[in-house]
T-cell receptor, first 113, second 114 residues
Framework: GESVGLHLPTLSVQEGDNSIINCAYS??????FIWYKQESGKGPQFIID?????DKRQGQRVTVLLNKTVKHLSLQIAATQPGDSAVYFC????????????FGSGTQLTVLP | NAGVTQTPKFQVLKTGQSMTLQCAQD?????MSWYRQDPGMGLRLIHY???????DQGEVPNGYNVSRSTTEDFPLRLLSAAPSQTSVYFC?????????????FGSGTRLTVV
């Protein structure tokens, strides 16, 4: 079936550097893409989303880029901080009235001092 | 608001035992879902509900039952626990609408089946 996957399972960055987390998706019918942050022992927290008719969306210190041609999604975190250390998931909504989500396997981001 | 509350936080079961994972939300959300999260994998949808009295299967429904008698509660029942059901279970809820981005997740139930 359709799935969402990530290129790298782990990513380490120096504090203050920018982080880029990538995600590949395969369902061309998906119309929403969402990034979640999951800290140890907690449930996922919404970071930012993007509709399929957009290429870029910015939030506070985060930017999501969507390339529908190659079915690629990325999350950019500016000036990465220790509090950004977590697992990051991309999720897609493959359509349908119930609007359920399909999640990728996650990337562990570690911020080095 | 407490948000989405899951109980218990931890549970150990013997193979063949049954139990119910509780999920309650106080945000008057119509949509509720159950996911399981296994090591190195993303969340997989077990069952979901778009309103009281309405439930449907997700990606991995086998071995689980759900019911939705009220808007607030969405319990997940394991009928006969198996080691393959060892996982972390998350409940989530949101209001209906065109965007699926508004999910609020509970803090999870860590289940071990021995």
């Amino acid at each position: 079936g359709e799935s969402v996957g990530l290129h790298l399972p782990t990513l380490s960055v120096q504090e203050g550097d920018n982080s880029i987390i990538n995600c590949a998706y395969s369902n061309s019918a998906s119309d929403y893409f969402i990034w979640y942050k999951q800290e140890s022992g907690k449930g996922p927290q919404f970071i930012i989303d993007i509709r399929s008719n957009m290429d870029k969306r910015q939030g506070q210190r985060v930017t999501v880029l969507l390339n529908k041609t190659v079915k690629h999604l990325s999350l950019q975190i500016a000036a990465t901080q220790p509090g950004d250390s977590a697992v990051y998931f991309c999720a897609e909504n493959p359509g349908g009235s119930a609007r359920q989500l399909t999640f990728g396997s996650g990337t562990q981001l570690t911020v080095l001092p | 608001n407490a948000g989405v509350t899951q109980t218990p936080k931890f549970q150990v079961l013997k193979t063949g035992q049954s139990m119910t994972l509780q999920c309650a939300q106080d945000m008057n959300h119509e949509y509720m879902s159950w996911y399981r999260q296994d090591p190195g994998m993303g969340l997989r949808l077990i069952h979901y509900s778009v309103g009281a009295g309405i439930t449907d299967q997700g990606e991995v429904p086998n071995g689980y039952n759900v019911s939705r008698s009220t808007t607030e509660d969405f319990p997940l029942r394991l009928l006969s626990a198996a080691p393959s059901q060892t996982s972390v279970y998350f409940c989530a809820s949101r209001t209906p609408g065109p965007t699926p981005s508004g999910y609020t997740f509970g803090s999870g139930t860590r289940l071990t089946v021995v």
